[in-house]
């Protein structure tokens, strides 16, 4: 875009300096010139820098020659010596309207090195020369703005200590886009040495330090063609990444997609029509339990040239057709490298299409009541002038991980860094891993479950994922703010279910939980800990219908089974009194499943009062543990 901008700036530019006389004396000077035109004009542009340079030596005051060495070198790419041209030629002649692009080119320069002062007097100066001009002023007040932005102290902050990874991870000649699981304990990222092809390696965190990374897996990785950016779901057990150019290819570059049991990776598969297009389509992100899929796009039907889309997997496994996630996200410019943080409630990713430090700047957009908010810049020193593409938020909001560009002894290199994030852009909400397996009470066969994490004051399924076939391994991540019910079942089992509220708590870390299912066989029970009641009443609270319904769905699907609700109590109270709320209480639940359409004769009820508590009670924590509901199987 930038080469196409230039030249047609050149072209206009030999044009309009026809009709104007030139800034030189010497004749052998302004013939030399002529001719540098007329090759210029036909593309012979070595030659025309020749031209050029034998007329300076004529007159090293010819501010014409100087203006279109710039605009040459400009077409090469080669910036800073276009950049001195443009000087030299300020310097000449600063008012000159005829050579009013120079400043703009210097502005620009300057603004993408991050001398944002400089970068100021020269779109002040230009904006002075075009007084006319309503188009190109708006875009030159725009990079004025965007200077006054970028020298606010108040985006900026000096608490920000990046810290370069060991060595041990940063060994490749680049390193890029990291993602971590949401335990923290494994780091994906992309690698290659200058003369090699990308792949994807894996590192784990281990005795307090980062383990030598392998390639992931030969099934994933091959020799012939690029394994680029990549996603992992927050167990690490699903991965998305990018390859181009690669055999059944749908586009330019396409998304693939693989699974993990125990320790093996499936082969990967196309992700499909659903997903890619015949354009270039990369650089995605998983949510935490690998439902949702957001990544970068160039097809038509968004809002500038790329931008941000987003697909999600039903309960069969199949993507819905990709979505773009459109304003205030995606803008008329460009959007790259999303990344969905583990608790689904901020997207990380860059965009030009904001007020910034310089070419793609990295933002965060949180998403409230559904709708995700207007981005906000992450600022310096995240930002700078240069292009930033990639930052990763794991799971605690506190702790980021980044690649970026640099030179050191071995040349040309990217590393990946590490830094604590300042308490403005820490997430209000942290998230933390709760993880362990999931086994057959009876046999502590290790099994595959399903695993529902549900808003019980919402009744929305935040998360959904299963444990490992192969070792019974779970992974659920867990956000404040909310009260949660997790359900964990599979056929020929009880459901089991766990509550925890964190709508107050500072939680922080990770939990380990083991999940025993018990066989459906008469006289199996469970406590259902997401049955909830006002103080002293046997009226149900709504937070109790996830859990209802999950009842409501295992009667359904073992269609023989016949169940008793037991009501129980602590022993605040007398006897008399606990035994009637008991009753009361398991027969609200009971008149609950009727009422939805569970057959009468599928169900009873019975109150047991305190005689049978699970926990002596001389806390209250415990006395809450002794007032619960269970169910238990009457007949199979």
């Known amino acids: ?101 120079a400043h703009f080119f210097v502005g620009m320069e300057e603004f993408e090195n991050g001398n944002y002062e400089n970068a100021k007097n020269a779109f002040q100066k230009y904006l002075f020369l075009i007084p006319g001009d309503k188009r190109s002023k708006a875009i030159t007040e725009e990079k004025i703005k965007n200077c006054d932005y970028a020298m606010d102290p108040a985006h900026r902050s000096d608490q920000i200590k990046p810290e370069r990874l060991d060595e041990v991870l940063n060994k490749f000649q680049y390193q890029y886009f990291p993602v971590l699981t949401a335990d923290q304990e494994y780091i994906f990222f992309t690698a290659r040495d200058d003369i090699s092809t990308e792949d994807i390696f894996v ?40 390859s181009c150019n690669s055999p059944g290819g749908r586009g330019r570059c396409d998304l693939y997609i693989a699974f993990r049991s125990g320790n093996k990776w499936t082969k990967p598969n196309n992700m499909g029509l659903n997903v890619n297009s015949k354009y270039w389509d990369s650089q995605p992100s998983l949510s935490a339990d690998g439902r949702h899929l957001y990544f970068s796009s160039d097809r038509p039907g968004g809002k500038g040239r790329m931008d941000i889309w987003v697909s ?142 549900i808003d019980l004051e919402t009744d929305e399924t935040e998360q959904s994922v299963s444990s490992d076939p192969s070792n019974g391994e779970y992974l659920i991540v867990l956000t404040e703010g909310a009260e949660y019910g997790l359900f964990v079942s599979r056929e020929g089992y009880l459901f089991e279910s766990l509550n925890f509220n964190l709508k107050d708590s500072d939680a922080s870390g990770k939990l380990n939980i083991d999940i025993a299912l018990t066989p459906i066989n008469v006289n199996a029970s469970t406590i259902m800990n997401n049955i909830f009641f006002d103080f002293g009443k046997a009226s149900l609270r709504s937070s109790s ?92």
Request: glycine share 6%; aromatic share 12%.
């Open 312 to 453: 999600s997997r039903d309960n069969l496994g199949r993507w819905s057709p990709a979505r773009n996630v459109g304003a205030p996200i995606n803008t008329s410019g460009e959007e790259f490298s999303p990344v969905l943080h583990p608790s689904n409630k901020a997207l990380y990713y860059a965009t030009n299409g904001y007020d910034g430090f310089g070419g793609l700047d990295l933002f965060y957009s949180l998403k409230e009541d559904g709708k995700w908010s207007k981005p906000e810049n992450l600022g310096a020193p995240i930002n700078t002038w240069k292009d930033e593409v990639a930052f990763f938020v794991a799971a605690d909001g506190k702790t980021a991980y980044y690649s970026t560009n640099e030179k050191d002894e071995k040349g040309a290199r990217s590393f990946i860094y590490r830094l604590d994030l300042p308490a403005r852009l820490q997430l209000k909400n942290k998230s933390y891993s709760l993880k362990g397996t999931v086994y057959d009470k009876e046999t502590k066969k290790k099994l595959r479950a399903q695993i529902d994490l």
């Open 1 to 101: 875009m930038r080469f196409l901008i230039v030249f047609l700036f050149f072209s206009l530019s030999i044009k309009a300096q026809d009709k104007d006389a030139l800034h030189t004396s010497s004749a052998k000077a302004e013939r030399y010139y002529q001719k540098a035109q007329s090759e210029a004009s036909r593309r012979n542009y070595k030659l025309a820098q020749q031209l050029l340079d034998e007329a300076i030596k004529k007159d090293d005051q010819f501010v014409e020659a100087y203006f279109l060495k710039g605009i040459i070198y400009n077409s090469y790419g080669e910036r800073e010596t276009a950049f001195k041209m443009y000087e030299k030629v300020i310097a000449l002649e600063p008012d000159d309207r005829k050579f009013r692009k």
């Open 545 to 636: 219908i996830p859990e209802l319904e999950k009842l409501i769905d295992f009667l359904r699907i073992n269609e023989n089974v016949r169940i008793e609700i037991g009501g129980h109590t602590d022993n605040i109270g007398s006897i008399e009194d606990n035994q009637k709320l008991s009753e009361d209480r398991a027969k609200a639940v009971r008149d609950f499943l009727v009422g939805h359409k569970v057959p009468l004769d599928r169900l009873s009820f019975k109150g047991y009062g305190e005689s049978k508590p699970v926990a002596d009670n001389n806390s209250e924590e415990n006395r809450q543990r002794n007032r619960r509901i269970e169910f238990t199987v009457l007949t199979k």
């Open 203 to 242: 590192s784990r965190f281990y005795d307090g330090k980062w383990v030598d990374p392998q390639s992931i897996s030969p099934v994933i990785n091959t020799p012939a063609y690029n394994e680029g950016t990549c996603t992992v779901s927050g167990d690490g057990r699903m991965i998305v990444f990018t």
